[in-house]
């Protein structure tokens, strides 16, 4: 997985990409820590990510946590194929607004 961050204001966008696997989970903290500073709106495009697995979606599950805590509102967009399927499944568009 990879992940680039812009800050606007109280705005963050962020884009992921590659596939986010069990590989990638050392670098969930710095990931939770940099999308969650502030309040404000988090806007996470999943459109370059390919593949999610079971710890992968585990990530969004701490974002949420730390959302919640610091009063952010996460929005997930441009997920497709298996990646907007899985979350689906999963019921993420409960916890998050997808666009």
Partial sequence: MQFTTKRDGNRIDVSVSG???FADSAT???FV???TKGSGICDID???LSF???TGMSLFV???DAAQVSGLK???RNA????SETLRRASFDTLFEFR
């Fill in 19 to 21: 596939k986010l696997t």
């Fill in 28 to 30: 969930f903290p710095q």
């Fill in 33 to 35: 820590e940099q999308v």
């Fill in 46 to 48: 999943l459109g370059g």
């Fill in 52 to 54: 999610i697995d079971s």
């Fill in 62 to 64: 701490h974002v949420y």
């Fill in 74 to 76: 996460v929005v997930i």
């Fill in 80 to 83: 497709t194929g298996a990646v």
